[in-house]
Every structure is written in C-alpha cells, then in structure tokens.
C-alpha cells in the first residue's frame, strides 16, 4: 500500500491553463506538506497543513492555493500556469508539526509548462 | 550564509570505501537533524535521523552530530554501487511559530565499482 500516494505522476500542460495536483496519505499523519523541487534540486517548502488548517505558508506567488479537505488529503490547484512552474512537485506527511517528526514523501508530481 | 549547507559534489568514492556526508546549519537552537536519500527521477527516502550529540549508526550508516560546531554529517561503510544518490540534509528550524524542515542543497555520490 501506498504511504502518501500523488496525481498525476506526470503533467504536461500550456502556458496559461489552470491545473491541480492531488495528494492522500494513508499514515494516519497529522500534518502534510507541498514542496517544490527546481531542476537544481533545492527543495522548497510551498505549504503545510495541520489538521486541516494551514500552518505554513511561504512566500509563493497567489496562483497556487492549497486545499485540505481532510487531514489525509492535501490538494495544490494552481492558476494561469507558468514556465517558472515547470519542476517536481513534491507531497509529505508527518506525524504532527513538531521537531522531531520525519516526514514520508510521495512519489513526486512532474510538471512541464509548454 | 545558507541556513543548511553541504558540498553539491559530485563525491566519489571507490566500492568498499567509506563515503562521509557533511552538513553545516545556522540556528544553534535546532535539535532535529534528518538524512534523506534521494535517486534520480525518484522521492527524498529518509535513511536516518538524530537527535543527540554523538554519533547514531544503522546498519552501514552512521550520522554524526556536534551541536557545538553546527555539524551533522552521515558515514556510509562498505559503499555499494546502490548508494550512488544525492544525499539531502534536513535541520528542523523554529519559523514563524512552525518547526519547518529546511533542506540542503544535496550532495551528489557517485560509488566507482
């Protein structure tokens, strides 16, 4: 079974369109993660939610607005798409927020802008 | 100054040797520190984790930690073809009332058979 599961694995997409990326994880965890992964390979923290409620929220531009339905789901729509978007898109869980908790990854969602 | 830093590599190393991993951070307050794995095309997979000064070993891996100097890396014995990886170094850091994961650049390692 799949820990965090994300869809789709792969997404192709224009310029301009609008897209989501969904994510559930089946751990039982608390809190979950949006990272993004550029093609140098830093990993950026987007988003993380709480228990529904959104903890962490960095500086990335309006058109990407998380969703979490409930706390084993954690969804990323993103508006009027751009090159900049193009990378990995990565989901993570923890068991809650604190210090100590490691956090499992999904598989990764990888986006190209066209 | 980056919060989290390590040497981007690539690091090579001959099978059977020991790969040593390093990792520098900023906030002398940060008490979690996580080593995670990551292939190419492929997820970050944690490989370990440590709290405490000293070292922590797991199989072929040990991680290292000197609070003092703000240093964690990971030892690698017995380097295997299938360690070849980027290595990622994570530091918990307190943020806007959040503990957030802040990660390093990675370090490439390339095991020569």
């Known amino acids: 079974d799949t820990a965090v599961s994300q869809t789709p694995k792969y997404l192709v997409t224009q310029m301009g369109n609008d897209k989501s990326i969904k994510c559930e994880q089946n751990?039982?965890?608390?809190?979950m993660y949006w990272y993004k992964q550029d093609s140098k390979k830093f990993l950026k923290i987007m988003f993380s939610y709480n228990n529904k409620e959104l903890i962490i929220n960095e500086t990335v531009p309006n058109r990407f607005s998380p969703k979490s339905p409930d706390k084993a789901h954690l969804n990323l729509h993103i508006n009027s798409l751009e090159l900049g978007d193009s990378a990995v898109y990565f989901c993570a869980s923890s068991p809650t927020g604190w210090d100590n908790q490691p956090q499992h990854f999904g598989d990764g969602t990888r986006l190209s802008i066209l | 100054q980056k919060e989290v830093e390590q040497n981007s590599g690539p690091l090579s190393v001959p099978e059977g040797a020991i790969a040593s991993l390093n990792c520098t951070y900023s906030?002398?307050?940060?008490?979690?520190f996580f080593w995670y794995r990551q292939y190419s095309g492929k997820s970050p997979e944690l490989i370990m984790f440590i709290y405490s000064n000293g070292d922590k070993e797991d199989g072929r891996f040990t991680a290292q930690l000197n609070k003092a100097s703000q240093y964690v890396s990971l030892l690698i014995r017995d380097s295997q073809p299938s360690d070849s990886a980027t290595y990622l170094c994570a530091v918990n850091m307190f943020r806007d009332s959040n503990y957030q994961l802040i990660w390093g650049a990675g370090t490439k390692l390339i095991i020569k058979p």
């Open positions: 751990l039982g965890h608390d809190t």
């Open positions: 906030d002398r307050g940060s008490q979690s």
